[in-house]
């Protein structure tokens, strides 16, 4: 992975303007905190990393172990000249994560008739209250039905769902038999879908027949079928039963049945209710080596092809239910509710696994933030009584554009956590969430991590961490940062370069799917002894830490609660497959409420015509080939793009360009500067 793209002599991009206040959180309000200030951090921090045989043991004590953990806790090579890169943990004890998260809160901790969830559907005529027993009795139903379909332990159990229960039951179901689930969020196409299905070899697909986001209809089955028929074409079929659920949205909504063509082959399909009908409710657990593979979650990769991230049981176990614990400072009265899909890693450990383990009560969302009405978020926390509220910066920019009074509306005096996730929240958003949402009585947790690292690794602590707006702040237990230079040399005190991590914590990635080179050469060449996360960071002079963004040719892009990464590389892909381009080159803009968005130049093939029609084409093929979430915000007809000698487009150059940024700096690397001359002048053309 390169740390950028071009010849920029500026490593890591600019850190945001240093915010001299710290916020500390309010007293009184975490009188039983689990941590209760910095010093207690400090020390369980210090056992972490000192004594971390002792330190994990101590967490592995409250789950149930088939056989317990015994022998060496940790072993790993993070140095790519000393052999393979791997990472195992407890090694040879045996469980099984859904034991832990529901048999365990039903027969152990006495939780059975605790609510498990409140599911709160698009509409807010659609809800339902699930209990641990009846999370249980369902996942068991479920699982018995794949092993009807023949699923068993290792199999890959390909999973497209929308946020509604039987997401839920089906990712522990698999859990639970020991197949490998492989969730793909509703929001991707067919293509990415297929891809998706058949670089994990999936025997089994999971879909609905359709759903509603906000007043927009998606018919679900429709795409899975083309991304079937896709995998079918490529001759790599792997899936034979497709199981479809009968999105209950539905049934009571003729209007959506009239509109929805569910298209159906007798051959693949199965209605979810007819496999499940007459199934028992109870399933014996398989007995899950600690280092089994417990799910594979893709994310994408900057050669454009998504990279499947392996996550193995007992590490990810202890790590979610660890996280979730003290980073919201989980206590048994909590509701708890993270607004992202499942389908994104945030889902998998906070609203799936981390907050089960704890046997927490979760609010599990299907609707978007502005639908009916602007305030549906502060809406349904005051409807749950929400304690503990995690979205992403997003979400909170589009919302403080509303301005204050959707809140006043509704009584969120129930709220005392404030979580934070998938991009770096500007101090502007930050305030907002803290003055408006949290009547400045909640602290704001800006977590930072990502798909490979499983859970959050820098973070606050609720009542433990002075806060500062922008900063992830601190490590989590257990983990190791460090700041290097260009060189690979690790940076002292205040700082600034590349973020990266010394040791492994139990919840790391265990590899890319299929492909250990890929694993090492993402995440270990460049700087071998480390894990390189691939993000910029500044240490200021207390050691806290600022994310400054992404330092390879990604992009955070961001759906309407959660931020995610794209490569540029994957859109640059979809759009050369036009018949009408010859070249593309994708940069990030910053956008008001994403973050940031996509701006494309596009060089055309000769006698081709750049005009709103083929603008409206290029956005079309990439919302297809990925996915909405992907859709280009702006795209320029660029005659030429600026490049090195050696062929290399100069990002940095469009970047620039992109934002209207006339200082250009040293451009005598680039092969025919006239050309950026011609793209400047060329901008007005990029209205979106
Ligand atoms: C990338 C990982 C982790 C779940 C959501 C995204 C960015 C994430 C923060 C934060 C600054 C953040 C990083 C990271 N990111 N959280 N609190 N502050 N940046 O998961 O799709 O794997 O993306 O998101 O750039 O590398 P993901």
């Given at each position: 992975m390169s740390p950028v793209s071009d010849s920029s002599n500026r490593v890591i991009p600019g850190p945001q303007e240093p915010e001299e206040k710290t916020y500390h959180?309010?007293?009184?309000?975490?009188?039983?905190?689990?941590?209760?200030?910095f010093d207690a951090y400090l020390a369980l921090y210090k056992k972490s990393t000192e004594e971390p045989e002792e330190f994990w043991a101590d967490v592995a004590q409250e789950f149930y172990w088939k056989k317990p953990p015994s022998g060496q806790m940790l072993q790993f090579n993070f140095d790519v000249n000393k052999g393979n890169i791997y990472i195992k943990f407890m090694e040879g004890a045996k469980t099984n994560i859904c034991y832990n998260v529901l048999d365990r809160n039903v027969h152990?901790?006495?939780?059975?008739?605790?609510?498990?969830y409140y599911w709160e559907g698009n509409s807010p005529n659609h809800h339902q209250t699930i209990t641990y027993n009846q999370l249980l009795r369902n996942v068991c139903r479920c699982a018995n039905a794949l092993k009807l379909l023949g699923v068993k332990k290792g199999d890959r159990v390909a999973i497209y769902l929308p946020m509604i229960p039987e997401l839920v039951y089906t990712m522990l179901a698999c859990a639970r038999i020991g197949a490998v689930h492989s969730i793909v969020f509703a929001g991707f196409s067919s293509e990415s879908l297929c891809e998706r299905i058949m670089d994990a070899q999936c025997n089994i697909l999971v879909t609905a027949d359709g759903v509603y986001r906000g007043d927009k209809l998606i018919n679900l089955k429709k795409t899975a079928s083309e991304a079937l028929e896709r995998c079918k074409e490529s001759m790599a079929s792997s899936v034979q039963k497709c199981v479809v659920v009968k999105h209950n949205a539905f049934r009571t909504n003729s209007d959506a049945s009239n509109k929805l063509q569910t298209p159906w082959d007798e051959s693949c399909d199965i209605w979810w209710a007819d496999l499940m009908?007459?199934?028992?409710?109870e399933c014996e657990p398989e007995w899950m080596d600690s280092e089994d593979p417990l799910f594979i979650l893709y994310t994408s990769g900057s050669t454009g092809k998504p990279k499947g991230v392996v996550h193995t049981v007992t590490g990810y176990m202890l790590y979610t239910s660890l996280t979730f614990k003290y980073v919201f400072d989980y206590h048994h009265d909590d509701v708890y509710w993270c607004t992202a899909d499942i389908g994104w890693i945030t889902g998998h450990s906070y609203i799936t696994y981390g907050p089960l383990a704890n046997g927490a009560t979760s609010v599990l969302f299907e609707g978007v933030p502005v639908y009916p009405h602007v305030g549906r978020l502060w809406e349904i926390i005051e409807k749950y009584g929400v304690s503990k509220f995690y979205t992403a910066p997003t979400a909170i920019r589009l919302l403080m554009k509303y301005g204050r009074e959707p809140l006043q509306q509704?009584?969120?005096?129930?709220?005392?956590v404030l979580g934070t996730v998938g991009e770096p929240i500007n101090p502007e958003a930050w305030l907002w969430y803290y003055d408006v949402v949290g009547q400045q009585r909640c602290p704001v947790i800006d977590t930072f991590w990502q798909t490979e690292t499983g859970g959050h690794v820098l973070t606050p602590l609720p009542a433990a961490t002075p806060l500062k707006p922008g900063s992830a702040t601190c490590p989590f237990f257990g983990v190791q940062p460090a700041v290097l230079n260009e060189h690979g040399e690790e940076l002292e005190g205040e700082a600034e370069g590349y973020l990266v991590f010394r040791k492994p914590w139990p919840g790391i990635m265990r590899g890319v799917y299929g492909n250990q080179e890929r694993f090492e050469s993402t995440y270990f060449r460049k700087f071998p002894g480390f894990y390189v996360t691939g993000d910029g960071c500044r240490r200021d002079k207390d050691g806290y830490y600022w994310i400054t963004g992404r330092i390879d040719d990604m992009l955070n892009v961001s759906d309407v609660c959660s931020g995610h990464l794209l490569s540029t590389a994957e859109v640059e892909a979809a759009l050369t497959e036009h018949p009408s381009v010859a070249e593309a080159a994708v940069v990030s803009r910053p956008h008001a409420v994403k973050g940031e968005c996509l701006y494309c130049f596009v060089t055309l093939k000769d006698h081709k015509e750049f005009n709103r029609t083929l603008m409206e084409e290029l956005k079309r093929k990439v919302r297809e080939k990925i996915g909405p979430i992907a859709t280009p915000d702006f795209i320029q007809n660029a005659p030429g793009l600026p490049k090195t000698r050696s062929g290399k487009i100069m990002r940095r150059v469009l970047r620039q360009i992109a934002r209207n940024e006339?200082?250009?700096?040293?451009?005598?690397?680039?092969?025919?500067?006239?050309v950026v001359e011609v793209l400047f002048s060329q901008r007005w053309e990029a209205a979106a």
């Open positions: 959180p309010s007293d009184g309000l975490f009188t039983d905190a689990h941590v209760p200030d152990e901790r006495n939780l059975g008739e605790k609510v498990a009908d007459g199934v028992s409710d509704y009584d969120l005096s129930s709220l005392r006339k200082d250009l700096g040293d451009l005598s690397t680039l092969a025919d500067p006239k």
